[in-house]
Nanobody, 125 residues
Framework: QAHLVESGGGLVQDGGSLRLTCALS????????MGWFRQAPGREREFVAA???????VYADSVKGRFTVSRDSAKNTIDLQMNSLRPEDTAVYYC???????????????????WGQGTQVTVSS
């Protein structure tokens, strides 16, 4: 059974930066993909970014050029570096893991088997 824990959320001003970390336990990230999703109040969950065990990455258009997803194999973690944050980035950010995910499915939430509890990111204007 995999377990995911997110950390690094908080309050930041418009244009600021934050770095989120997701720690995976119970499984080794040597297959499939790990991803970041977010959900703002009153809105549906949306894809943000994902990384395969092979380190290939996929990003939502809304965050391309501002966010970077990376992995640390030794720590079994992934990070999401968020720069040039905007008020519309405010949401609860969730980490997810799926051992059998293929590249074409990396942006689909339904492809992931395990989810973290989420961490709040608030960007003030």
């Amino acid at each position: 059974q995999a377990h995911l824990v997110e950390s690094g959320g908080g309050l930041v001003q418009d244009g600021g930066s934050l770095r989120l970390t997701c720690a995976l336990s119970g499984r080794t990230f040597n297959s499939g993909a790990m991803g970041w999703f977010r959900q703002a109040p009153g809105r549906e969950r949306e894809f943000v970014a994902a990384i395969k065990y092979s380190r290939s990455t996929v990003y939502a258009d809304s965050v391309k050029g501002r966010f970077t997803v990376s992995r640390d194999s030794a720590k079994n973690t992934i990070d999401l570096q968020m720069n040039s944050l905007r008020p519309e980035d405010t949401a609860v950010y969730y980490c997810a893991y799926g051992s059998g995910i293929i590249t074409s499915s990396m942006s689909r939430g339904s492809a992931y088997n395990y989810w973290g509890q989420g961490t709040q990111v608030t960007v003030s204007s």
